[in-house]
């Protein structure tokens, strides 16, 4: 079981990105192959790692390091798009070097430092790009920086190497085809689905010259006729390969799909390591992926990750860490332990995985996951959550927020003046729209086409915020005859419904980068963010009161009597209570009253929320909408309400008496609630973002983690303050 340790922080000003374009030329005669689907002709290189879903990767380069982000979108398939990110530089940079192949390409691109020993290279081009198409073109870029290509609209022709892999085959041979590719400076590696493994010593070599590519083979001298004809049986297909390091030597992992590791000398082309990865119940399991973690000359064990499908009944994915032992000498030696940790992904399917020197970072498509290395104790387990989770909040699509409840707390208030409920209610969806971290440019325009509202790029560029929200409310306003509070409500909740719909699809997390100074990135599929620690008071909110055993390791100040823990615990039991029986739309009316037109005041709200507590919703939203909400629905409500009343009425009279036990007097209570509210006020927020970061974004983020942060702050004063009156209500009875 995981803690949900951290939120994701999304960096402002990454989703209103501008490119610079540029395209690769085209060579014409070098791409011997014509083919622009995964499957080629005859005699011809067949790719089965095609784009299916958007592709993202990240490499961090140099000293100081340099961060490089590249992303490849299957809706754009002959498209890479590359950021640099420097410490040197302002963040967030919203310029993006936009590059466009001739053709379609792999999920698969590589970007490293030009190692050149020419001068004039290294200096005017620093970096190189290595990609590979579906028919498979493999190229070889010589990078400048990003802002030099701004009147640059075509690469320069000896700034690109360019060589077909259909080259490598004779016109009456059948290449097997390539299943991964992976690469580094001056090598690039394919895996074949016969469990073949050629190496190109691409930037090192012209692909000309004897000795450019080399065939991995288990075979030598009177073996290789053996080998030849057992070979088919004898290993599975490539699923995977990387490319590490370790001690000055070139290694190649390769993993294949009948679980077996092999490690090959890319300096000698010899196997250094054969291992059979043991699964237990390998019955049904695929081998996907796998992770290298960096050798460190200070110790023997390197962190080895497996990613496994098992597709029997129910399909799940496990996560197996192995112990990597490397020993030197006269030949380099390694050996696998048998697998160490075993981390079940319960839901959600993993997307990326890095490694540090102590844990684990699992990026899922609902959340982020980190564990400590070769640390069996799952209950170490943190849990990151991602943004989608915020804006099904804010947009009241959440499972367990129901917008309708929004409905029946404003109806509630205002039961008395029902013609300010429609602007009330509009006011706040339109708010939560254009919260930093929920707009989006490219979500809010997708969402007016699906109702027939269409701009040139120009015209949507050229709104302000008013133009905003004046196109949003007229969207609402004529999509029926009817403008009641109910007819415009369910108007805002399929708005939301599709808004939220697009945010998902437009941002779905891509890939993480992760610093070595600590801090993680994740890269979306139209922006970029970082993840945060929670603060204490988070903590302290997020969690069950039953899971409050050491409050003074908070931050709380409290008397070492302990009898004012208990009290404290019994105290957020009621409030914790109290504020999920109101819900979430009781903080969005009372926020909406304190900063918009009062209609009626916040001090006036109190009291019916209290109302509500006492005698539950209005009924009145039921009667006056039977039609639009349908008996049985309506009916069904507000039993339900009477059922979560008398819980709540129960549940709050047991806590007030063991906590009046626990207290002997009302002071007692009163004297830790305002030890609470102390902790409550808003002080220095000191996150985990220092300078040593490779990229300044300690300004670009802390306005929004200190919203983030002041949103809990705001919900839990408003809590107490609803505790307090409530007990003031019954007189401390």
């Known amino acids: 079981m995981s803690i949900r340790a951290g939120m994701e922080v999304p960096i402002i000003g990454t989703d209103s990105i501008k490119f610079i374009d540029v395209s690769v030329p085209d060579f014409g005669d070098a791409d011997l192959s014509t083919t622009t689907s995964a499957t080629a002709t005859a005699a011809s290189i067949t790719i089965k790692t095609s784009l299916t879903e958007d592709y993202a990767s990240s490499s961090v380069i140099g000293d100081p390091p340099l961060s490089f982000i590249w992303r490849i979108h299957k809706s754009q398939p002959k498209t890479l798009e590359l950021l640099q990110l420097s410490a040197n530089k302002d963040f967030p940079v919203t310029t993006w070097l936009r590059i466009t192949f001739p053709h379609a390409l792999c999920p698969f691109a590589y970007v490293c430092q030009n190692q050149s020993q020419m001068p004039a290279f290294s200096t005017t081009n620093p970096y190189l790009l290595y990609a590979l198409t579906i028919s498979g073109v493999v190229y070889l870029i010589k990078l400048r920086n990003i802002s030099a290509y701004s009147s ?165 994915e496990m996560i197996h860490v192995y112990h990597l032992h490397c020993t030197l000498g006269d030949k380099t030696v390694l050996s696998v332990e048998s697998s160490m940790q075993d981390i079940p992904l319960e839901e959600g399917e993993c997307i990326d995985v890095k490694l540090t020197s102590d844990k684990i970072w699992i990026l899922k498509d609902n959340g982020l996951l980190s564990h400590k290395l070769f640390h069996i104790d799952m209950e170490d387990a943190c849990c990151y959550t991602l943004q989608e989770e915020f804006v099904a909040e804010q947009l009241f699509q959440s499972s367990k927020l129901s917008s309708d409840d929004l409905l029946w707390t404003t109806y509630s208030i205002y039961s008395s003046m029902k013609e300010n409920i429609v602007p009330f209610v509009s006011s706040i969806f339109i708010r939560r729209l254009l919260l930093p971290g929920v707009h989006h440019n490219g979500v809010l325009r997708s969402t007016l086409l699906d109702y027939h509202r269409h701009w040139t790029d120009m015209e949507f560029q050229s709104l302000t915020v008013d133009g905003l929200k004046k196109e949003v409310c007229s969207v609402i306003e004529n999509q029926g005859v009817s403008e009641s509070p109910m007819s415009i409500f369910c108007h805002w909740k399929n708005f939301c419904a599709h808004y939220y719909h697009y945010w998902c699809k437009n941002n779905s997390p891509c890939g993480l980068l992760v610093q070595s100074a600590g801090a993680v990135c994740l890269v979306r599929k139209n922006s970029v963010s970082l993840f945060r620690d929670l603060e204490n ?40 209570n109290m504020s999920q029986h109101l819900g979430k739309p009781a903080s969005a009316v009372f926020y909406e009253s304190l900063i918009s037109t009062p209609i009626v005041s916040s001090e006036e709200i109190v009291p019916r929320f209290l109302k509500i507590l006492e005698t539950g919703y209005s009924s009145s939203v039921s009667s006056d909408h039977m039609t639009d909400l349908g008996g049985s629905f309506a009916w069904e409500k507000e039993l339900a309400d009477r059922k979560s009343l008398r819980k709540f009425s129960i549940d709050m009279l047991l806590s007030l008496h063991t906590l009046s036990k626990k207290a002997t007097s009302w002071s007692k209570v009163l004297n830790v609630i305002e030890s609470y509210l102390q902790f409550l006020v808003p002080r220095r927020i000191i996150q985990k973002l220092n300078a040593e970061m490779s990229f300044d974004i300690n300004n670009s983020i802390l306005i929004q983690a200190t919203s983030q942060i002041a949103k809990v702050i705001f919900e839990s004063a408003l809590d107490v303050l609803l505790f307090v009156s409530y007990l003031l209500k019954i007189s401390g009875q």
């Not at 969690?543 to 050491?550: F, M, T």
Request: proline residues 3%; contains cysteine; charged residues 20%.
């Open 152 to 316: 640059l609209p075509v690469l320069p022709r000896d700034e690109v190497t360019q060589f077909s892999l259909n080259d490598r085959y004779s016109s009456n041979s059948e290449p097997a085809a390539i299943t991964s590719v992976a690469a580094t400076a001056g090598c690039l590696a394919v895996g074949r689905i016969d469990g073949s493994v050629a190496h190109f010593q691409l930037g090192l070599l012209h692909h000309s010259t004897p000795g450019f590519v080399n065939e991995l083979r288990d075979d030598s001298g009177i073996g290789r006729l053996w080998g030849f004809m057992s070979r088919g049986r004898m290993v599975g297909a490539v699923q995977d390969l990387v490319i590490s390091e370790a001690h000055g030597l070139k290694l190649l992992f390769v993993l294949h799909s009948d679980g077996m590791l092999r490690v090959w000398n890319l300096s000698f082309h010899n196997k250094i390591l054969s291992h059979a990865l043991g699964i237990p119940n390998s019955e049904g399991v695929t081998f996907a992926r796998l992770w290298v973690g960096e050798f460190n000359e200070d110790a023997s064990i390197t962190p080895l990750v497996v990613l496994c499908r098992h597709d029997l009944e129910i399909r799940r």
């Open 537 to 576: 008071i988070e903590m302290i909110i997020d969690g069950s009161s039953d899971e409050l055993v050491d409050l003074a390791s908070f931050g709380l100040d409290l008397s070492n009597d302990e009898s004012e823990h208990g009290i404290l615990l019994e105290v957020l039991r009621c409030i914790i």
